[in-house]
Nanobody, 115 residues
Framework: QVRLAESGGGLVQPGGSLRLSCAAS????????MGWYRQAPGKERELVAG???????NYADSVKGRITISRDNAKNTVYLQMNSLKPEDTAVYYC?????????WGQGTQVTVSS
């Protein structure tokens, strides 16, 4: 089974930056898809950014130009670099991974953007 360990969340002021990390561990090889999702209070979980094993990326319109997703296949780790953060970005951020025809979720990391 795949275990996902998320880190990097915290409190940041508007305009600041954070870098989230999600490391996958277990008996795994070549994860197909890795993505970041978020869920704000009272809202449904939504895709922030995703990246395929080949390096193709997609982003939510609300974060384009401010957020970059990347991955290190050797470490089975996906990153989310977030810049110019806004209060609207406040949410629990979840790592989601597709592997062996299954979807695995991390437990989430809190990102709070506030002055």
């Amino acid at each position: 089974q795949v275990r996902l360990a998320e880190s990097g969340g915290g409190l940041v002021q508007p305009g600041g930056s954070l870098r989230l990390s999600c490391a996958a561990s277990g008996s795994i090889f070549n994860i197909d898809y890795m993505g970041w999702y978020r869920q704000a209070p009272g809202k449904e979980r939504e895709l922030v950014a995703g990246i395929t094993s080949g390096g193709n990326t997609n982003y939510a319109d609300s974060v384009k130009g401010r957020i970059t997703i990347s991955r290190d296949n050797a470490k089975n780790t996906v990153y989310l670099q977030m810049n110019s953060l806004k209060p609207e970005d406040t949410a629990v951020y979840y790592c989601g991974v597709n592997y062996n025809a299954r979807r695995y979720w991390g437990q989430g990391t809190q990102v709070t953007v506030s002055s």
